[in-house]
């Protein structure tokens, strides 16, 4: 099992170390941090040291934060063979935004992540459609639409997109109406799982903080949904992560 989108930065997690053993002791192979800031990115390379090959860390701005500077981040970039992605960047559309600042954010980071050839790590929400009119714009890109919110009606839009895009996956599929039918109609070689950690806490732990750990039940949901065995699906869907996130397997 891979998880591959957890917070892990100073903020939201105090013991790493009880984390990381748990994770390993449940089977989990590899955690991709995702960031939200220039704070996460920077502290996502700090962790990442200590468990080399277990943390993998991704470095970004998500569209809710204010402070970016592209010239930190590529600097990042040039340093640090290991990051995996660049992320979680994209659209937010609730409450106060400025889509023209977020726009231009997030085409910068685009434009980062194809230079140094790293997925991308989306956040979209209540953004859909314009998330895609911009993915449009950039065919070398390629990643992973975290935490898809689509809906059946866009699994085809993004797969339009081109072969390099995939669906991620989260705990809300073991208590959200619906959300099965829409992982039921996305290819099974386009879908990756993750935690979001510490936020989207699976059933039956719902009410606590969220831990790579429990990335097992989301793979266990989706292997339900496939009607196969835990093993069969947990093989297809690490397969997708490796190819991904360029993840050299054990
Ligand atoms: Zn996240």
Request: hydrophobic share 35%; net charge negative.
């Amino acid at each position: 099992m891979i998880d591959t989108h957890a917070h892990l930065a100073d903020r939201f997690s105090t013991n790493i170390e009880g984390v990381v053993d748990r994770a390993k002791k449940t089977g989990v192979e590899a955690i991709i941090l995702s960031a939200s800031s220039m704070a996460d990115s920077k502290d996502n390379l700090k962790i990442a040291v200590e468990f080399p090959g277990y943390l993998l860390p991704s470095i970004g701005v998500h569209p809710m934060e204010t402070e970016y500077d592209p010239k930190v981040l590529e600097f990042y970039l040039k340093k640090n063979p290991q990051i995996v992605a660049v992320g979680e960047c994209g659209l937010e559309f609730c409450g106060n935004f400025e889509q023209i600042l977020q726009d231009k954010i997030f085409k910068s980071q685009i434009e980062l992540s194809i230079k140094y050839n790293k997925p991308l790590i989306i956040h979209s929400r209540d953004a859909m459609e314009e998330t895609l009119e911009i993915l449009r714009q950039y065919p070398k890109a390629r990643g992973v639409i975290h935490c898809y919110s689509g809906g059946k009606k866009r699994i085809n839009k993004v797969l339009e997109l081109g072969d390099r895009w995939f669906f991620g996956i989260d705990g809300n599929i073991t208590y959200e109406v619906g959300l099965e039918q829409v992982v039921a109609s996305i290819p099974k070689d386009k879908l990756v799982l993750e935690t979001d950690t510490p936020f989207l806490t699976p059933i039956p732990h719902r009410g606590e903080t969220n831990q790579p750990a429990y990335i097992k039940y989301i793979y266990q949901k989706v292997a339900d949904i496939w009607q196969m065995g835990f093993e069969e699906a947990e093989k297809q869907i690490d397969t997708n992560s490796k190819k991904l996130f360029q993840i050299i397997g054990n």
